[in-house]
Nanobody, 119 residues
Framework: QVQLAESGGGLVQAGGSLRLSCVASGRSLFSFNAMGWYRQAPGKQRELVAHIAGGSKAQYADSVNGRFTMSTDNVENTVYLHLNNLKPEDTAVYYC????????????WGQGTQVTVSS
């Protein structure tokens, strides 16, 4: 059974940094077709923040490009999101996502971790 567990969220002042972690269990990171980080702010739809697919380089939303960095540690089976130069508009619940495509596409989600940026 695949499980994703996020951690690392918290309260930080504008301009600060955080590192979010997503530990995958049940399958190796290698076995997923894509990994991503999403976020959902109050009253807004969930949006894609960063994404790695097919062994390619990470892609980022325009709003975070140059400030956030996604990385993976295949030994620890963990995906990271490094958040730098945080802004109040980055406040949201951040979710880890893993996609597995066989004869259908399956999305796995973590429980989310809250990031709050004060001005």
């Amino acid at each position: 059974q695949v499980q994703l567990a996020e951690s690392g969220g918290g309260l930080v002042q504008a301009g600060g940094s955080l590192r979010l972690s997503c530990v995958a269990s049940g399958r190796s990171l290698f076995s997923f077709n894509a990994m991503g980080w999403y976020r959902q702010a109050p009253g807004k739809q969930r949006e894609l923040v960063a994404h790695i697919a097919g062994g390619s380089k990470a892609q980022y939303a325009d709003s975070v490009n140059g400030r956030f960095t996604m990385s993976t540690d295949n030994v620890e089976n963990t995906v990271y999101l490094h958040l730098n130069n945080l802004k109040p508009e980055d406040t949201a619940v951040y979710y880890c996502n893993a996609q597995l495509t066989t004869w259908l596409k399956i999305d796995y989600w973590g429980q989310g971790t809250q990031v709050t940026v004060s001005s």
